[in-house]
């Protein structure tokens, strides 16, 4: 199992399990766990409602995609941590990994 902490607005940890071998999205994930997260695009890095902030990961990220630079860029209080969620695939590199979801996206 890769494990996943996700911390909400309010600061509130919620510990998630993902089977190993998935072929999801930390966006799809996250909606599959009853977070709101809006997606517009569906995944398509067009529309940064899936944004979340990395605040741990043990294992480097892949790189983010041009699409997702240029999405990202259009936001005022993105950070050097801030991510597309649709963008992250879930592999055992997410791992102990922390992420912040942004709601206040919608």
């Known amino acids: 199992m890769i494990h996943i902490t996700i911390e909400d607005p309010s600061g509130i940890n919620k510990n998630l399990e993902v089977p190993e071998g998935v072929s999801l999205s930390l966006m799809e994930v996250l909606k ?3 977070y709101n ?3 517009t695009c ?3 890095a067009l529309c940064a409602t899936c ?3 990395v605040v ?3 294992q480097p990220l892949s790189e983010p995609t041009d699409a997702e630079l240029d999405m990202l860029d259009t936001l005022p ?3 050097e941590s801030s991510r597309l969620s649709c963008q ?4 055992e590199n997410l791992d102990g ?3 912040r979801v942004n709601l206040t996206n919608e």
């Open 77 to 79: 209080d993105a950070s």
């Open 51 to 53: 944004r979340v902030e």
């Open 37 to 39: 997260i809006p997606a």
């Open 42 to 44: 569906g995944g398509m």
């Open 32 to 34: 599959a766990s009853d």
């Open 56 to 58: 741990r990961c043990p």
């Open 97 to 99: 990994a922390v992420f």
């Open 88 to 91: 992250i695939r879930v592999g």
